[in-house]
């Protein structure tokens, strides 16, 4: 955050908090921590240094664990596929859960032909039989199964038919695991979410990615699953070209699961993101660790949007994960680590104690950050907002998207006579140096300031007196039936949003989706109700010309006096190619 103007910037980003009105995500307010903040660690070490960690940074004891009835059985039975007689234990109590997510490497749960309803019938046992303290809230059956799929069949890597045949095996097999807990009363209280997709590039081969994994999967097993789990990276995870999903990309993404979800059941089936943020293939250095704060802070802003059908999110940063020490590794730390030796470069023997790494500046900025959402906006998309409030503090967060710094024309309303103090806390990720972080009091926050490129910011406004809000401002959500258009040349595409409530609006917008090639147009003519609404040139985040091609939603907002109870749009492109894949009508209410 600087307050020294850069020479020659002149682009007018107004971002206003109106501290007035309290914001809703469809019936959400309250920002709950424990869907955002917590590390990808299954939560049963009782080590000093994580409890500390938990209690100093307000982290929720939660996370991911690698652990489940495959590997137990395959530890009992020596082989995969092979299950245990379990001891049955009778009586009707409700089994308690931890809260966090128990996956699995696909190798240690599936083979071609696996018994599914042996294994299924196995894992309700298993589950019924562990130790209360280790059971579950979640259970995801396999971790990222389907980039896997080339190891379990013989013919060559990435054979379609094959690949189409496995994947749909696991598909069932995930379906009928969920079937036989949901149908065990003593199991109620575990959800069972899947697939756990490391690669959603929907997009790719003209949308068959979609087709042959997310899509497959949905129509075999999402009538069984308590939500639909993927990961969201930067950088390539496992396969696939390199993404910078921050921003436009990743919106399409939960775009087109909602609106998939939406039309199949009728409601959306909740997100659970088991791991996000950004990947750097180097060895481990310090430098390097801290790059996937970069995304997870630019992904964060985005997902609590979603918090009223979000299950779930976990940044990928881990325990110590001291299995990776090791002399093949030349001792150092696993790339994702939140804790690393002191000294580093020794076994694990001759470790002298843990410090932090960098990536504590994640949850240093956002440790004090809670309560009621506040209403924000902005008008350009590379700059994200949000504002909460609790007591007498007003919490307002910004990040910069864009690859330049940005100049914020900053107005804050409704509190304007109440400030006693603010607190800056200020993380910026250097792609090529250590980060920036630093936090200070300061008298005022000037009307205009430059947010640096990969900045996020946190002001804590302590008040006189906590705030009384006047209004409530209701955000909510209408879909489309249709779904994964083909685009065609001057061919209108129709779409209608029914149920539309047209009074006291504050503001709308058109959230349109496209995959297409780069050369193709991203600004087609659209209609709404006999009017022609403007497109604007820019969206969330980066261009993605090093992607094979564009797929990102761009907001259109639209006049307020345009939405009636029945909306009618049409759409059409000055050229042929690529698929919209999802429109979606979002709309803000206003409540006295």
């Known amino acids: 955050m600087c307050f020294i103007l850069y020479q020659g910037y002149s682009q007018r980003n107004l971002v206003t908090v109106d501290a007035s009105v309290q914001r809703y995500i469809g019936t959400v307010s309250e920002l709950d921590r424990s869907k955002f903040f917590v590390i990808h660690s299954a939560p049963f070490a009782n080590k000093p240094i994580h409890k500390s960690f938990y209690e100093e940074y307000n982290v929720t004891p939660s996370g991911r664990g690698f652990y489940g009835p495959g590997i137990d059985a395959k530890k009992i039975k020596g082989e995969v596929g092979v299950y245990p007689i379990a001891k049955e234990i009778k009586g009707k109590k409700i089994k308690p859960v931890r809260r966090f997510v128990a996956t699995e490497h696909p190798k240690n749960l599936y083979k071609e032909g696996v018994d599914i309803e042996g294994l299924s019938n196995w894992a309700v046992q298993y589950f019924k039989n562990m130790d209360d303290d280790n059971r579950p809230h979640w259970y995801e059956p396999m971790n990222e199964p389907f980039v896997h799929a080339k190891d379990f069949y013989e013919e060559k890597d990435w054979d379609p038919v094959a690949e189409l045949r496995v994947k749909t095996e696991m598909?069932?097999?995930?379906?009928?695991?969920?079937?036989?807990?949901?149908?065990?009363?003593?199991?109620?209280?575990?959800?069972?979410?899947?697939?756990?997709?490391?690669?959603?590039?929907?997009?790719?081969?003209?949308?068959?990615?979609?087709?042959?994994?997310?899509?497959?999967?949905?129509?075999?097993?999402?009538?069984?699953?308590?939500?639909?789990?993927?990961?969201?990276?930067?950088?390539?995870?496992?396969?696939?070209?390199?993404?910078?999903?921050?921003?436009?990309?990743?919106?399409?993404?939960?775009?087109?699961?909602?609106?998939?979800?939406?039309?199949?059941?009728?409601?959306?089936?909740?997100?659970?993101?088991?791991?996000?943020?950004?990947?750097?293939?180097?060895?481990?250095?310090?430098?390097?660790?801290?790059?996937?704060?970069?995304?997870?802070?630019?992904?964060?802003?985005?997902?609590?949007?979603?918090?009223?059908?979000?299950?779930?999110?976990?940044?990928?940063?881990?325990?110590?994960?001291?299995?990776?020490?090791?002399?093949?590794?030349?001792?150092?730390?696993?790339?994702?680590?939140?804790?690393?030796?002191?000294?580093?470069?020794?076994?694990?023997?001759?470790?002298?104690?843990?410090?932090?790494?960098?990536?504590?500046?994640?949850?240093?900025?956002?440790?004090?950050?809670?309560?009621?959402?506040?209403?924000?906006?902005?008008?350009?998309?590379?700059?994200?907002?949000?504002?909460?409030?609790?007591?007498?503090?007003?919490?307002?967060?910004?990040?910069?998207?864009?690859?330049?710094?940005?100049?914020?024309?900053?107005?804050?309303?409704?509190?304007?006579?109440?400030?006693?103090?603010?607190?800056?806390?200020?993380?910026?990720?250097?792609?090529?140096?250590?980060?920036?972080?630093?936090?200070?009091?300061?008298?005022?926050?000037?009307?205009?300031?430059?947010?640096?490129?990969?900045?996020?910011?946190?002001?804590?406004?302590?008040?006189?007196?906590?705030?009384?809000?006047?209004?409530?401002?209701?955000?909510?959500?209408h879909y489309s039936k249709e779904f994964l258009v083909p685009i065609e040349a001057h061919k209108k595409i129709g779409y209608v949003f029914n149920n539309v409530k047209p009074n006291n609006l504050v503001a709308a917008s058109l959230r349109m989706s496209i995959g297409r090639s780069h050369d193709l147009s991203k600004r087609p003519i659209i209609n709404l109700n006999g009017t022609i609404v403007d497109v604007p040139f820019n969206w969330k985040g980066y261009d993605q010309a090093n992607r094979k091609k564009f797929f990102g939603a761009i907001d259109i907002p639209v006049p307020i006096d345009l939405i009636k109870e029945k909306n009618n749009v049409y759409i059409s492109f000055p050229d042929s190619g690529g698929h919209l894949s999802t429109l979606i009508l979002d709309v803000k209410i206003q409540n006295e």
Not at 204 to 228: S, V, Y
Not at 269 to 289: D, Q, R
Not at 401 to 427: C, N
Not at 437 to 465: G, H, M, R, W
Request: aromatic content about 12%.
């Open 171 to 477: 598909s069932k097999m995930y379906r009928d695991i969920a079937a036989k807990i949901h149908a065990e009363p003593t199991l109620k209280n575990i959800k069972v979410i899947g697939y756990g997709a490391a690669w959603p590039s929907f997009e790719l081969k003209d949308f068959d990615n979609w087709k042959t994994n997310m899509g497959l999967f949905l129509d075999i097993a999402g009538d069984e699953m308590d939500a639909i789990s993927y990961h969201l990276y930067d950088g390539v995870n496992q396969a696939g070209q390199n993404n910078k999903r921050q921003g436009s990309n990743n919106e399409a993404i939960m775009d087109m699961i909602e609106t998939y979800s939406f039309n199949r059941w009728g409601y959306i089936k909740p997100h659970a993101i088991t791991e996000y943020g950004g990947i750097v293939k180097n060895e481990f250095t310090l430098v390097s660790n801290m790059q996937s704060i970069r995304a997870q802070n630019a992904m964060i802003f985005g997902l609590f949007d979603r918090e009223d059908r979000l299950e779930l999110s976990i940044p990928f940063n881990t325990d110590e994960a001291s299995w990776h020490i090791t002399k093949q590794n030349n001792f150092l730390p696993y790339k994702a680590v939140l804790w690393r030796p002191e000294n580093m470069g020794v076994p694990k023997s001759e470790i002298s104690g843990w410090v932090y790494t960098n990536r504590i500046h994640f949850y240093d900025l956002w440790k004090d950050v809670k309560g009621k959402r506040v209403f924000v906006t902005t008008s350009n998309p590379d700059i994200q907002v949000q504002a909460f409030t609790e007591e007498k503090q007003l919490y307002i967060a910004l990040n910069n998207l864009a690859d330049q710094p940005q100049k914020i024309d900053f107005r804050l309303e409704g509190v304007e006579e109440s400030v006693q103090s603010i607190y800056v806390k200020s993380l910026t990720v250097f792609e090529d140096d250590l980060p920036r972080y630093y936090e200070t009091t300061v008298p005022s926050i000037p009307n205009e300031f430059f947010l640096d490129t990969a900045e996020t910011i946190v002001l804590a406004y302590t008040l006189k007196k906590p705030i009384d809000f006047s209004r409530k401002v209701i955000e909510t959500r």
